[in-house]
């Protein structure tokens, strides 16, 4: 028995950490498809598109960066709508030179305003792919290439393999290539019907444990009956860089070229206690008898960054019942059927949907108005915060529940040290077991 409960434990640990998977998106992925449109004598031409199926996931300028490494000799003669980052050696061929000649080869987007003869339906976004949720037009990317050297059959042709994706950062873990039924595509007047010639998927998936070691947001309380404001905890996203931040009222701020983004991304932060590049604050505004108000406000601390297309996750067991949003678009989320307790917030286009960089304008706020459900409201214990929050992807940090703004004369404080006294009791008995 303490066998079976100590290794389904480290079971459970484990499998968190190795296998990227989002309760709050369960099928959430990135999807590569490789179409081969038509045979060429040495090879064959290919449509590669990525569709991103996260619904709150965006990828973020300077954008995505997929690789892979070729099965055999194969080299890319030429390709429309992204390129490859570098030629490497294709001293072997004369006169018809291709475009890379790498065993793996690392493709980017182009940018936007590239030639017309460069373009490709879908390109040349700077590698930028909105979330599924937020705009599925704008969630998808697509290029075609011309390889040489490859099988010119769909018996002799042969899947890349070890594919790789940057979203711009690290995170994504990609499986292997499988094929998949041919894509049937439709003619612009939707009268004729064709199809790839063969078809294989790659999907990949986020894991925020591979993409960094601290959360990269964090979340504050406040509330109208109580005038605590319960902060973001310290550190909550390492305080490692705390000597490079810059102070709100330091002169360096005025220097020209202050917020030029760098090539790594690597942020500029404000000092803060936390040291978080975002902080998301939910503050319980107004009791109504039958509905009850929260305000809900995101500010960004990073000197070096406009975040363009921003997504919050927010899971609240009354999001079930969200009566209006003011000021953010609103959408709810509902990964398995029998709940329906998180939602998407993101910003209203040309309104809020840029939330500008650290300062004066950094950041966006919006009210939410929520009916009440009888059975299940109340203010006592911590119930009117969020259980889980993310911004951008991002799982955010919330503050340890003992610190939650409570009622006054509330039981609370006593409840939660107990609960969580028999908790651990529970634990430890099974462990000992
Ligand atoms: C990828 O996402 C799509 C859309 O959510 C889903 O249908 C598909 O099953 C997912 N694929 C994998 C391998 O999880
Ligand atoms: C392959 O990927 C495309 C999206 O790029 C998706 O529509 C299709 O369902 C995928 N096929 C399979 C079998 O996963
Ligand atoms: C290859 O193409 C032939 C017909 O041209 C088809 O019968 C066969 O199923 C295809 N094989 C694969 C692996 O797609
Ligand atoms: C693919 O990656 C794995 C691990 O990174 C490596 O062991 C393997 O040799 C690579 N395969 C190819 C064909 O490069
Ligand atoms: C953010 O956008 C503003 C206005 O478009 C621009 O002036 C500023 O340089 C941008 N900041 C960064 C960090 O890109
Ligand atoms: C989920 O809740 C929202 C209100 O927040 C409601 O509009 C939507 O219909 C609900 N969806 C389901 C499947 O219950
Ligand atoms: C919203 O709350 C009202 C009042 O409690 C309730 O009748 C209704 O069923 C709730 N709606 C949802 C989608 O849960
Ligand atoms: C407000 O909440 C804090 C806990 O965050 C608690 O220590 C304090 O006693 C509460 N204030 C009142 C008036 O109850």
């Known amino acids: 028995m303490r066998a079976v409960v100590i290794s389904s434990f480290f079971f459970l640990v484990l499998f968190s950490y190795a296998v990227a998977y989002d309760p709050l998106d369960p099928t959430g992925n990135i999807t590569i498809k490789w179409d081969i449109m038509s045979w060429t004598p040495d090879g064959y031409v290919a449509t590669l598109t990525m569709n991103n199926f996260q619904m709150y996931r965006h990828i973020m300028s300077p954008g995505w960066t997929l690789g892979w490494t070729w099965a055999k000799k194969e080299v890319i003669w030429s390709m429309v709508g992204a390129q490859t980052t570098e030629q490497g050696d294709c001293s072997k061929f004369k006169g018809n030179i291709p475009h890379c000649c790498k065993k793996n080869p690392i493709v980017v987007d182009m940018l936007p305003g590239v030639p017309y003869n460069q373009q490709y339906t879908n390109c040349c976004k700077g590698g930028v792919l909105a979330s599924w949720g937020q705009d599925p037009a704008a969630a998808v990317s697509a ?154 406000a995101i500010t960004n601390f990073n000197y070096r960054v406009n975040h363009t297309m921003w997504t919050l996750v927010v899971q609240h067991p009354n999001l079930n019942n969200v009566t209006q949003v003011f000021s953010f678009d609103y959408k709810p989320l509902v990964p398995y059927e029998s709940v329906n307790d998180t939602g998407m917030f993101y910003g209203t286009k040309f309104y809020n949907d840029l939330l500008m960089e650290a300062g004066p304008f950094g950041n966006v706020q919006s009210e939410v108005l929520l009916q009440k459900d009888k059975n299940t409201f109340t203010f006592r214990q911590g119930w009117a915060f969020p259980r889980k929050v993310y911004f951008n992807g991002e799982e955010c940090m919330l503050p340890p529940p003992d610190t939650y703004p409570f009622l006054p004369n509330s039981a609370h404080a006593k409840l939660v040290g107990f609960s969580a006294l028999a908790c651990s009791a529970i634990l430890l008995l099974l462990a000992l077991w």
Not at 209 to 232: D, G, M, Q, W
Not at 244 to 252: A, E, Y
Not at 256 to 269: A, E, Q, Y
């Open 143 to 296: 290029f075609q290439l011309s390889i040489g050297q490859a099988g010119t059959s769909n018996k002799t042709v042969k899947l890349p393999k070890n594919f790789t994706l940057l979203g711009p950062g690290p995170g994504y873990t990609c499986g292997p290539a499988k094929i998949v039924p041919p894509t049937n595509f439709l003619s612009p007047d939707r009268r004729r019907k064709t199809q790839a010639l063969m078809t294989w998927n790659v999907t990949c998936t986020y894991s925020q444990f591979l993409a960094r070691k601290h959360p990269s947001c964090c979340v504050s309380f406040s509330s109208f009956y109580n005038e605590t404001i319960t902060p973001c905890p310290s550190c909550a996203c390492g305080c490692e860089n705390k000597n490079k931040c810059v102070k709100s009222d330091s002169k360096l701020l005025s220097v020209v070229g202050i917020n030029t983004p760098r090539k790594d991304n690597s942020p500029l932060l404000q000092c803060t206690h936390h040291m978080c590049p975002v902080r998301v604050h939910w503050h319980v505004k107004v009791n109504y008898k039958d509905y009850w108000r929260v305000k809900v």
